[in-house]
């Protein structure tokens, strides 16, 4: 295990050098990408044998730094370690040949660089033992994936929006250096364990604003609304492989860091932190699946469901600390347990429609629905895999998705259980809200399938789409089998994440419900596989026509619903949320029941600038504008201001 | 008598209940013929309630009472209303500010908070809790109708369920007031009922629609 | 012994479905002073269409083929845990209907795949119709049966079943009359009856299911249609089971199985009758009154949850 592990982090130090290296020459590129996907099967060994064994391992570096610096690899950090190294293994297969056919020179040598280095941060986030560990791979994260971002193209639009990413990660990082160095009377060498020690002995008020600051500086990571508003601009500017990372597995860590400040350090809250956890997810949830549904740019509308997943992990979370506010640590390990599962899931299934954006966007040069269709049998096993994604992550039975869905339901029934009046309404009332998330995921995901790979194809270049080459194919289907492995078999995965909460909460047993779901589910695939083949067995061969579509001639592919059309009822029923800005144009005006053509146009503007931030924005400008009356000029005033800060120190000197 | 008390304590047990259904659907109701079939249920509902309890306190006076409420309030009252409505040959639809389901979140609310407000008189008074919560929710569904829809029978419905809520909040503290007020009370609905016929005719007649909403001459 | 019962049961509802489609059918024709056409016409249909070949389009790919089977398997696999004429069901876990209502789901989820793979506007038009419908009536589905679920404290179909069994059939209570309406309401509209959806029309205006299953024939059709009733019965015993599930069996006995069946058939009939009358006297609501219509019912079914905590 040690060995393994020492490996792993060795091989991706040395191998941005040697990736750049191997630049020059086709067939070192492809040894380089061979040794890359090995070094990640090592990671993801080492973190299975902590996952599933318990064995621990620990590495230091505070002898050749001057901060405290140490990794080690606890359950909870391996269950994350086996998420990066499971999602980026296949992912890096993928980007093998990708990147190979899209990137020439310096861009490829910088993306084939930067990977392992984006890589290697993530890992140092999740292993970090000490807070200064945990902070450097942090901001290491943002740094690196904006590197990678860049290596896609440059515009006004693009810096734009990297610029808004950079800021908005800067700030939520602030937050959570701040929420660390609160622990610092008590732990002052900022390692793990002391801030563990430290964060039983706090005082209530110090804890609540360690969490606001958890809360704020994590969520901004992960993508909550409000603070949301990078995701829709990063992910999409990426390459595809980079853009599968950052939604599967970087957003992830966020969630990592804040399971363990606020369940490992803190053990829990008042019921409040509960409620206001439940509140975030739910409105994340319901926001990001419906600003998914309006769009038709494939990346956009992942990134918004990356969004949405989030809320539903933050709804499992806010569940299990509302459960730890109660007493009741079974049903906390319950909702943990859904929690952390569907963050597994999420990368994986995340990860997998990502690669099958890129596949598309390999083959049909263009990621907007609206001019796909009929990609299916154009695209087989890109089709399969990528059905298999969207079944996963709609949540539908025999597929990963559903169990944690699952789990989380089951964990809001138990909240009725409890003798605390608002929980016991609350949590099962949270349980409609995700139905609603999931029957919205549904109808979207319907529409993206639909709409992409079954029909007629829409564009000449989605006509003339080939299947992707061999390593593309291989790296998406070995995401789709770990996502019907899970769906099928989750008891596997449900016992050792059991005892990873069992770790940090106190109090926790494994749940029976858990147990009950993996005894039944795969008796359920038996038999609706067992009669779906039975009934395809018993077929003959078919007839093959025109599509019939009552008898209308000259169908044209024109003639299909659009994404556009698809989600139309929806829009209109949540008219409230979109505020569309609706404009059509009959040309000729003149004679409008004959036209020549009919444009329309039609723009969303998702309020969050206009009514949040702008005010704060004006606010903070006005305040620096009020503050620099402060700036005279007057070299007496400001030696001053030195004066009376020395007076201040003496006095307060006095209290302290 | 056996089956009589059964029945009797049957009634008095779910017809809470019952009135709270009666509630949900009369603000999710389209037209005003259902409203007024719901009241006419309403009060069917209370009448059994009444016959309940004139069994079990054994009062000739309640006997009365549940008569008068059925001859006036379940027959009388309904059917007046509905040959308005046939004469009127208007639209018969509530024309209503809030949606089916807003209007119904609206009434859950009022339900809720009608437990949430005699929550403590209940125990000091030691009635029953749900009936006390129906009259209430009673009450302040009448009001939400007569401010919700625009229709002017509507209004009339509206003033009639939340007399209904009274009633009923009367029936429950105190079992009902002395016979000679009741029925001064119900020939007081009759007259208003009456009286209201005939001013929708003449609004009709006048303003060609009866939608109290566009009756705007009421400021100075 | 139970087990053999259980497998019975789900065979039962599979078989009879077609014919509480075709007695709704009858039932209609007679209420609408028409002759109709006979009870057992459903299954005349299925087997028709298992005898014709299937025609699929062109441009469609396996999918189209695929979707019938999956949408059959998914709908007769939710049968497993819906109790008929006992409590107890084949598989049963606590959370059993949340996996109930997302086969449901899976089977409706590859019913809209199938129509979008048709090609024509038909599909697309019924899938993003089936889409809105579906979405807004999971909710007050799976709260309905939440409501019922934390009063009976037993979180599993055939707990709720034998708690109710247990209850006094003349009480009513609060929680279940307002679950039974939020239910009845989703019945309405997860089974494409009118006053959500007309299954016979053949007005583009008015389908939604009839739109999705325009281009397919012989025995994908049949396997669809099939999987309809299905669905239609299924709805119709889960009703039954959480609210009015008084004549089954508690204890294995030939009169208890006769009770237990003759009961089982009389509430479908019942049930069966419902439909029809309203059918008959409602109209079929606007495309986008329907939201309004499971609002209503969405309404209805957070009452009931918040009323459980309310009225302990």
Redesign the interface.
Same mark, same amino acid.
């Given at each position: 295990m040690q060995i393994l592990f020492r490996t792993f982090v060795a091989s991706l130090l040395c191998l941005p050098a040697v990736t750049l290296v191997a630049q020059r020459w086709a067939r070192a590129r492809a040894v380089a990408s061979g040794v890359f996907v090995l070094a990640l099967l090592a990671g993801a060994a080492a973190a299975g044998l902590g996952f599933w064994c318990g064995a621990a391992v620990s590495l230091d570096f505070s002898a050749v730094s001057p901060f405290p610096f140490a990794l080690s690899l606890d359950r909870l950090s391996a269950f994350f370690l086996l998420l990066i190294c499971v999602v980026a293994a296949p992912v890096t297969l993928f980007s093998a040949t990708y990147v190979e056919r899209h990137y020439q020179g310096a861009r490829r040598a910088w993306l084939w660089v930067l990977l392992p280095l984006f890589l290697g941060s993530m890992v140092l986030v999740v292993t970090a033992s000490t807070a200064f560990a945990f902070l450097f791979g942090w901001e290491l994260m943002t740094l690196f994936s904006a590197g990678l971002i860049v290596v896609d193209g440059d515009s006004e639009q693009r810096r734009h929006d990297l610029f808004i990413y950079l800021l908005m990660m800067h700030a939520g990082a602030a937050a959570v250096v701040a929420a660390f160095l609160l622990f610092l009377p008590g732990a002052p060498g900022l390692g793990f364990a002391a801030m563990r020690a430290a964060g039983a002995a706090m005082p209530p008020a110090m804890r609540s604003a360690l969490f606001i600051l958890a809360f704020v500086g994590f969520g901004a990571k992960a993508g909550l609304i409000p603070l949301h508003l990078w995701l829709p601009r990063a992910h999409p500017m990426a390459p595809s492989p980079v853009s599968a990372l950052m939604s599967g597995v970087m957003i992830k860590t966020a969630v990592y860091g804040f399971v363990r400040l606020t369940f490992d350090f803190l053990g829990g809250g008042p019921a409040w932190w509960g409620y206001l956890v439940l509140a975030a997810g739910a409105v994340s949830g319901v926001l990001g699946v419906l600003y998914a549904i309006a769009e038709h740019d494939l990346k956009r509308l992942l990134a918004y469901h990356s969004v949405e997943n989030i809320g539903i992990i933050y709804l499992g979370l806010g569940a299990g600390l509302l459960f730890l506010a109660h007493g009741a640590p079974v049903w906390a390990t319950l909702a943990l347990m859904a929690a952390l599962l569907h963050t597994l899931n999420h990368a994986l299934f995340k990860a997998l429609l990502f690669l099958g954006a890129g596949a598309i966007g390999h083959s049909a040069h263009t990621l907007d629905i609206e001019e796909l269709g009929g990609l299916q049998t154009r695209m087989p096993v890109t089709g399969a895999a990528f059905l298999i994604a969207c079944c996963s992550i709609v949540g539908l039975p025999l597929f990963n998705g559903f169990v944690s869905e699952w789990l989380t339901f089951r964990s809001f029934l138990g909240g009725a259980t409890l003798a605390n009046l608002p929980s016991a309404i609350v949590l099962p009332l949270m349980a409609g809200i995700l139905a609603l998330i999931g029957g919205l995921a549904a109808a979207c995901f319907a529409k993206v399938y639909g709409v992409a790979f079954l029909g007629r194809p829409r564009s000449s270049e989605a006509e003339h789409a080939t299947e992707v080459p061999l390593a593309m194919r291989a790296s998406m289907e070995v995401l789709a089998l770990c996502c019907v492995t899970i769906g099928v078999a989750p008891a596997f995965v449900l016992s050792p994440l059991a005892a990873t909460i069992n770790g940090f909460v106190r109090g926790a047993a494994m749940p029976e419900e858990a147990l009950s779901l993996a005894r039944v589910i795969p008796w359920i695939a038996v038999v609706v596989v067992l009669l779906a083949l039975a009934a395809t067995l018993m077929r003959r061969a078919a007839r093959l026509t025109p599509t019939w579509a009552c008898g209308l001639p000259g169908l044209d592919s024109r003639m299909q619903y659009t994404s556009t059309a698809f989600s139309k009822p929806l829009r209109k029923v949540f008219s409230q949320v979109y505020k569309e800005d609706r404009t059509v144009e009959v040309a000729p005006t003149d004679a409008p029941y004959f036209p020549v053509s009919i444009s329309y146009r039609s723009v969303r503007t998702t309020s969050y600038e206009r009514a949040l931030y702008r005010p704060v924005m004006d606010a903070i400008v006005a305040g620096a504008y009020r503050l620099r009356r402060l700036q005279t000029g007057n070299i007496q005033v400001y030696l001053l201001y030195i004066f009376l800060a020395l007076v201040a120190l003496l006095v307060g000197m006095r209290f302290v | 008598m056996g089956l009589i008390e059964v029945a009797a304590t049957k009634a008095l047990a779910s017809s809470a209940v019952l009135l709270f259904i009666m509630v949900l659907l009369m603000a999710a109701a389209k037209r005003i013929s259902t409203c007024i079939l719901l009241f006419s249920a309403q009060c069917a509902v209370i009448t059994a309630q009444i016959l309940a309890m004139a069994y079990v306190h054994r009062s000739p006076e309640a006997y009365a009472i549940a008569g008068l409420v059925l001859t006036i309030k379940v027959l009388a009252i309904p059917y007046a209303l509905s040959r308005i409505v046939e004469d009127l040959q208007a639209p018969r639809d509530v024309t209503a500010s809030t949606t089916s389901a807003q209007s119904v979140f609206i009434a859950s609310a009022l339900i809720l908070l009608s437990f949430f407000a005699i929550a403590p008189y209940a125990r000091e008074l030691r009635v029953d809790e749900d009936m006390l919560a129906a009259a209430v929710a009673l009450v302040l569904t009448g009001a939400f109708l007569m401010v919700s829809r625009k229709k002017a029978l509507m209004q009339v419905v509206g003033l009639l369920v939340l007399e209904n809520g009274i009633f009923l909040a009367a029936l429950t503290t105190t079992f009902g007031m002395p016979l000679i007020i009741e029925i001064g009370i119900f020939f007081d609905l009759l007259m208003g009922v009456f009286l209201m016929g005939l001013f929708v005719f003449r609004i009709r007649d006048t303003f060609d629609h009866v939608d109290v909403s566009k009756l705007r001459k009421l400021r100075g | 012994m139970t087990t053999a019962l259980s497998v019975l049961q789900v065979v039962l509802l599979i078989a009879v479905a077609p014919l509480v489609r075709g007695t709704i059918a009858r039932l209609k024709a007679v209420i609408q002073n028409r002759r109709g056409a006979s009870v057992w016409r459903p299954y005349a249909d299925l087997v028709k269409l298992f005898r014709k070949?299937?025609?699929?389009?062109?441009? #469609?790919?396996?999918?189209f083929?695929?979707a019938?089977? $999956?949408v059959?398997?998914?709908t007769?696999?939710a049968v497993?845990f819906v109790p008929v004429l006992q409590g107890s069901t084949f =598989?049963s876990?606590? !959370?059993?209907f949340?996996?109930l209502?997302?086969?449901l789901?899976?089977a409706?989820?590859f019913l809209?795949?199938g129509?979008?793979? !048709?090609?024509?506007? =038909? %599909? %697309?038009?019924g899938? &993003?119709?089936e889409?809105?419908v &579906?979405?807004?009536?999971?909710?007050?589905?799976?709260?309905g049966v939440?409501?019922v679920?934390?009063v009976a404290?037993d979180?599993s179909l055939s707990g709720i079943a034998h708690w109710t069994l247990a209850q006094d059939p003349?009480?009513? &209570?609060?929680v279940h009359?307002?679950a039974f #309406?939020a239910l009845a309401l989703v019945a309405i509209a997860e089974t494409g009856r009118i006053p959500v959806d007309n299954p016979t029309t053949h007005l583009?205006l008015t389908m939604i299911h009839e739109a999705m299953v325009?281009?397919y024939s %012989?025995?994908s059709l049949a396997?669809i249609e099939w999987a309809n009733s299905v669905k239609l019965t299924l709805v119709l015993a889960l009703l039954v089971a959480l609210f009015a599930p008084w004549g089954m069996m508690m204890s294995l006995s030939v009169p208890g199985i006769v009770l237990a069946v003759g009961a089982f058939v009389l509430k479908l009939a019942v049930l069966a009758l419902t439909i029809a009358v309203v059918e008959s006297s409602i109209a079929k609501l606007r495309?986008?009154l329907v939201?309004? =219509?499971? %609002?209503?019912a &969405? #309404?209805?079914?957070?009452?009931a949850? $918040?009323f459980?905590?309310?009225?302990r």
């Open positions: - | - | 070949e299937d025609v699929v389009p062109t441009s #469609a790919s396996p999918i083929r695929m019938p089977r $999956v059959f398997a998914a007769a696999a497993l =598989f876990m606590a !959370g059993d949340i996996l209502v997302y086969l789901a899976l409706r989820f809209v795949l129509a979008m793979d !048709g090609g024509s506007s =038909f %599909g %697309g038009m899938a &993003s119709r889409a809105l &579906s979405t807004l009536a999971e909710a007050p589905l799976l709260l939440t409501a679920a934390i404290r979180m003349t009480r009513i &209570s609060a009359a307002l #309406a583009e325009l281009e %012989g025995p396997w495309m986008y939201p309004d =219509f499971l %609002g209503v &969405s #309404a209805l079914a957070i009452l949850v $918040v459980t905590a309310v009225m």
